[in-house]
Nanobody
Framework: QVQLVESGGGLVQAGGSLRLSCAAS????????MAWHRQAPGKQRELVAT???????NYGDAGKGRFTISRDNAKNTVYLQMNSLKPEDTADYYC?????????WGKGTLVTVSS
């Protein structure tokens, strides 16, 4: 059974930082493409960043400039370091894994940025 469990969300003031973690189980983590997405209230889910098994990263508009995705294959964990947070970064953040033609999602962690 595949499980993706996000953690690290919470309330932070504008300008602050958070690091999200996503622990994976039930998949061969080191082969998967991992990603972070987010969904703000009333908006569509959007891509924040992806990272391949070899560590190549790609950022969506939501993640460019202030966010960094990384992974630790030994710990089956992917991270999202978020700096200089803004109120518009408030959203549910979801971890996703792509393994071949299968995609898996976590349940999300809420990030709230106060002004």
């Amino acid at each position: 059974q595949v499980q993706l469990v996000e953690s690290g969300g919470g309330l932070v003031q504008a300008g602050g930082s958070l690091r999200l973690s996503c622990a994976a189980s039930g998949i061969i983590f080191r082969f998967g493409v991992m990603a972070w997405h987010r969904q703000a209230p009333g908006k569509q889910r959007e891509l924040v960043a992806t990272i391949t098994s070899s560590g190549t990263t790609n950022y969506g508009d939501a993640g460019k400039g202030r966010f960094t995705i990384s992974r630790d294959n030994a710990k089956n964990t992917v991270y999202l370091q978020m700096n200089s947070l803004k109120p518009e970064d408030t959203a549910d953040y979801y971890c996703a894994a792509s393994m071949g033609d299968k995609n898996y999602w976590g349940k999300g962690t809420l990030v709230t940025v106060s002004s």
